[in-house]
């Protein structure tokens, strides 16, 4: 319920939602690339999926010659043959 009333306050006031609840930002270009930014950490990483801790949820990314091309404490960037992006509680 509390995670609920801060949500409703940071739209009714239009804050940006990655920096106000901690929201992961994924963005994916093609099938070839994707950015995950606001991570909390890596959590597996294999050639076939690369998981990933977030404040919300953990994302899995599967496919194939998949590759963390670099990281920092806010964004990584993987490549590879993106097949899935799967968001999990």
């Given at each position: 319920m509390k995670r609920?009333?801060?949500?409703?306050i940071v739209?009714?006031?239009?804050?940006?939602k990655?920096?106000?609840l901690g929201a992961a930002?994924?963005?994916?270009?093609?099938?070839?690339?994707a950015l995950?930014?606001?991570?909390?950490?890596i959590l597996?990483?294999?050639?076939?999926f690369?998981?990933?801790?977030t404040k919300?949820?953990r994302i899995?990314?599967?496919?194939?010659h998949l590759?963390i091309?670099?990281?920092?404490?806010e964004e990584?960037?993987?490549?590879?043959f993106?097949d899935?992006?799967?968001?999990?509680?």
């Amino acid at each position: 319920m509390k995670r609920n009333s801060k949500e409703k306050i940071v739209n009714s006031l239009e804050l940006p939602k990655d920096l106000m609840l901690g929201a992961a930002i994924v963005t994916v270009t093609g099938r070839r690339e994707a950015l995950i930014s606001n991570y909390k950490g890596i959590l597996e990483y294999e050639d076939s999926f690369i998981r990933v801790q977030t404040k919300n949820c953990r994302i899995l990314i599967s496919g194939s010659h998949l590759a963390i091309d670099y990281y920092t404490n806010e964004e990584m960037k993987i490549t590879g043959f993106i097949d899935n992006i799967q968001y999990e509680n």
